[in-house]
């Protein structure tokens, strides 16, 4: 059984870091892509970055230069170090997997077949 917890989230002044990890149990599939994704209160679910095995990364616009996406595939768990964060990244965080190898279509939500439960961040202006 395929299960992803998220951790790190909290509540920040504009201008301060969080990171966030995303330990992932149960993936079998020798390759696989992962991602974060963001829902604010009233809006719909958006990409934020995602990262396949060998480490090719995506980004969203809205995050790009503030937001670096790693992992570690010994230990199978996803970060996300999060600086210079702004009031309109709250929200609540998920990371996500699907099998394969590849950024396309990384930035979709309905490409990934498993989700965890999020964790929420807020920023304080």
């Known amino acids: 059984q395929v299960q992803l917890v998220e951790s790190g989230g909290g509540l920040v002044q504009a201008g301060g870091s969080l990171r966030l990890s995303c330990a992932a149990s149960g993936l079998t599939a020798r390759t696989w892509t992962v991602g974060w994704f963001r829902q604010a209160p009233g809006k719909e679910r958006e990409f934020v970055a995602a990262i396949t095995r060998i480490s090719r990364t995506a980004y969203a616009d809205s995050v790009k230069g503030r937001f670096t996406i790693s992992r570690d595939n010994t230990n199978r768990t996803l970060y996300l170090q999060m600086n210079f964060l702004k009031p309109e990244d709250t929200a609540v965080y998920s990371c996500?997997?699907?099998?394969?190898?590849?950024?396309?279509?990384?930035?979709?939500?309905?490409?990934?077949?498993?989700w965890g439960q999020g964790t929420q961040v807020t920023v304080s202006s």
């Open positions: 996500a997997a699907r099998n394969g190898d590849s950024l396309s279509m990384s930035t979709y939500p309905t490409a990934y077949v498993y």
